[in-house]
């Protein structure tokens, strides 16, 4: 009866939370404040997998430094559970070591599988006078991309982009390999390009070619770049510690990104800076994706107002607008203390940023799987788990080297360095559970 009093108090106060700190936190990032007339619209199976659902998409909207962090937070804190109760029911110690493992792997994989499927995220609505856009992304082109062109495109697609440009590093494959029955009037050829110690994006109407650009100063570039009616922009400027953002507008650049998925911490102070320079060198600003096929979820949209029936890259070009970036701004407080206490920060703030109905579907459903463990003994649901763990990654395994070996990306490094080693361990670790939940130690 505990059990009972501590699931209802639990849903008495996270209602309770909701009913009074609830926000949609739908923001303008260059003023910090709330952006009205725009609604997030979720996917419809949403609420059948909210545990899941909301645990991914904390996940993909962490700030990338502190993955390892937060990974290792949730890890202790699972594990300290994990010993409580073997403690509360007197769990022998053989068993205790199993469990502590399970729980370890658990986090582990499910975090790489929230990297390798594609869950959607929320898609933007907002009035039909604004174009939303994307300028920086990647496909497997990139050496660091999971993802094939195609898979770009729906992404896009269903996060409520409009317009969006292809830049990959180093090469324009990605924008090149667009399939033939695919219309490409809303997509644009792009690239990221290192030089002097920072990355550039040179963003274009129309193909052009790489190697024109290869090698060259920034300067350089800027110039060959507009002699072609081409746009340059700084990504994640916040990144290199080379070249202050005056000396960059000096030298001509089009823009800055004031947000970036792929780096999503920004001192307010050095985001402050960023938009000024922008305003005081009438230079644009943008949020952008930067998505490199690990997850599939964005929380950032650039808005540009439509000109009768000019294309994204013509108004950037001939009109200089005013982006307005837009983020569902879900990070919350962040500090050493939290990261200690990760997993509560992370329920509080999801409690207080999620509407009512998908927090009662999250508590119904970890119920559910509540009730599962105590009608089947732990040790037989544990090999369950381990199982569909290590078919899950033999599935992603062959697929991921199936992409590979067909489309011959023999540049990509990320999948057989990083995805093909990891997959291959977590097979063998949850082989490995299975087998000794097998023995029933």
Known sequence: MKKVYFLISGILISVVLNHFFYSNNIIDVATNQAFPNALLQWPSFRIFI?????????????????????????????????????????????????????????????????????????KLSVSDKYKVVDIHSHSISSKDNLSLVSSNINFHNKHGYTDFFITEHDNTNGYDSIPGNIKTDNIFPGIQIRTEGISVLLLSKDPFNYYDFKGKTIQE?????????????????WKWKKHSLQSLADKGVDG?????????????????????????????????????????????????????????????????????????????????????????????YYVVNT???YVLSFYMIMSLFVLLFFKFKVINVIKFISLSFALFFTISLFYFTNMLLSFNFTYNVIIPETIVPTALSLIFIWL??????????
Not at 221 to 237: C, I, Q, R
Not at 288 to 311: A, C, I
Request: charged share 20%; aromatic share 18%; hydrophobic share 45%.
């Open 50 to 122: 909210e545990p899941f659902y909301a645990f991914a998409y904390y996940i993909l909207t962490l700030e990338r430094s502190g993955y390892v962090f937060a990974l290792c937070s949730w890890i202790f804190w699972s594990i300290l559970f994990v010993l409580f109760l073997a403690k509360y029911y007197k769990v022998p110690k053989s068993k205790t070591v199993i469990y502590c493992f399970f729980a370890m792997f658990f986090v582990v994989s499910l975090i790489c599988s929230i990297i390798i499927l594609p869950v959607a995220g929320p």
């Open 221 to 237: 570039m800027v110039d060959l770049a507009h002699s072609k009616d081409m746009l340059v922009v700084v990504p994640h400027v």
């Open 256 to 348: 800055f990104e004031i947000y970036n998925c792929g780096y999503r911490f920004l001192k307010p102070d050095k985001k402050q800076e960023i938009v000024n320079i922008c305003k005081d060198n009438n230079l644009m600003m943008f949020g952008t994706t930067d998505w490199h096929g690990l997850g599939y979820m964005s929380n950032v949209w650039s808005l540009v107002e439509k000109e009768d029936d000019k294309s994204l890259f013509d108004i950037l070009k001939d009109s200089k607008p005013n982006v307005k970036v837009i983020n569902h701004n879900v990070s919350g407080w962040q500090s050493v203390i939290r990261y200690i206490f990760e997993p509560f920060f992370a329920f509080y």
């Open 355 to 357: 509407k009512i109905e």
């Open 432 to 441: 490995i559970i299975w087998g000794v939940c097998e023995k029933n130690i």
